[in-house]
């Protein structure tokens, strides 16, 4: 894995990465945003463009956030509400547009 998205994203979903991402490989959930992390290329380009600061390489992810590791990974390889298979590596995120779930993580997550 490489960049992930993490809890400044949640409820926001300004999208800017997105526009940024040279591989398409950001998804919309409900609450926030994912980073396929098998698809990403480790470009950066997304980092800079979130306007709250919510990206980040894996290693440098702020102390207490480390459980986004885990769900940007669960997003992608479990079923989720409203699905009925795992995500997996679908090839790009425009084609697919914001999927309306979240981890249950996420769902829950409390500012």
């Known amino acids: 894995m490489t960049f992930v998205i993490g809890a400044a994203c949640v409820d926001v979903l300004d999208r800017a990465c997105i526009e940024e991402c040279p591989i398409d490989c950001i998804f919309i959930g409900d609450r926030m945003a ?17 306007p709250v600061e919510a990206i980040h390489y894996e290693d440098d992810l702020p102390a207490g956030q480390e459980q986004f590791i885990v769900e940007n990974r669960r997003f992608f390889d479990e079923p ?6 795992p995500l997996g590596q679908p090839g790009g995120a425009a ?12 769902r829950e997550y409390q500012p």
Do not use: K, M, N, W
Request: hydrophobic share 25%.
């Open 80 to 85: 989720l509400p409203g699905r009925t298979r």
């Open 95 to 106: 084609a697919i547009g914001p999927l309306g779930s979240d981890t249950r993580f996420v």
């Open 34 to 50: 994912y980073v396929q992390p098998d698809e990403c290329i480790d470009c950066g380009g997304c980092e800079p463009a979130c």
